[in-house]
């Protein structure tokens, strides 16, 4: 006969390299699973960084509506103030150039 030992040696080879294929799929099922868990804290972490940064800025922010109503408000007080100091320039006008003693 040809063929080598019946020993069962070609057997317990054959049987160890299944269990390395199989430890090499759990080797790459881990990196695997690593990797997604990596990911999804990346992700966490960026969201978590967003909200902060909205949240900051929301508190630091500034409101264009509030900023337009403020402009307004002092546009508004100038106006008066001017009309008020025409009004005075005026009458001051009156009584200092146009009254005066009739007929002398």
């Known amino acids: 006969m040809t063929g080598g030992a019946r020993d069962g040696a070609n057997a317990d080879a054959l049987s160890r390299a299944g269990d390395a294929a199989n430890a090499y ?3 790459v099922n881990g990196f695997g699973t690593k990797v997604a868990s990596l990911d999804r804290q990346v992700a966490n ?4 960084a967003g909200s902060l940064d ?6 630091a922010g500034v ?3 509030e900023e337009t109503v403020n402009m307004m408000t002092a546009q508004r007080s100038y ?5 008020l100091l025409t009004t005075l ?6 009584l200092i150039n146009r009254t005066g003693l ?3």
Request: hydrophobic fraction near 40%.
């Open 89 to 94: 320039d005026e009458v001051l006008d009156t």
């Open 63 to 65: 409101n264009l509506d």
């Open 54 to 59: 909205d949240a900051w800025e929301q508190q």
């Open 102 to 104: 009739v007929g002398r």
């Open 25 to 27: 799929q759990r080797l």
């Open 79 to 83: 106006e008066a103030a001017a009309r």
């Open 45 to 48: 972490q960026s969201a978590l």
